[in-house]
């Protein structure tokens, strides 16, 4: 039986795949990354996406698509809440 490299062993002994986070210098990499993906040797995972400069308010507006019903429900056990919180509690 021949010899493992490092990495194969660790992955022989362990049964891991790897995760690796690479930063693409060049568009030749990304290039070579696309043909390695393309012979099955890795899987290219799509991009995190990171914090943007955007408002909260602006990303979530209009995201819980309620009805006028549970609007006024959803205002009004928000109100109580914060009513809860400016009571004197001592």
Known sequence: MQPLR???YI???YNLKMTLTVEILNTKALNLLSGMENLNLIRLNAPIKTATSE???SQFA???????V?????????Q???NE?????Y
């Open 6 to 8: 490092l990495v194969q």
């Open 11 to 13: 992955q022989h002994i």
């Open 55 to 57: 408002k909260l308010s």
């Open 62 to 68: 209009g995201a819980l698509k309620l009805t006028n």
């Open 70 to 78: 549970q609007y006024d429900m959803y205002q009004k056990n928000l």
């Open 80 to 82: 109580e809440n914060k």
């Open 85 to 89: 919180w400016e009571r004197n509690i």
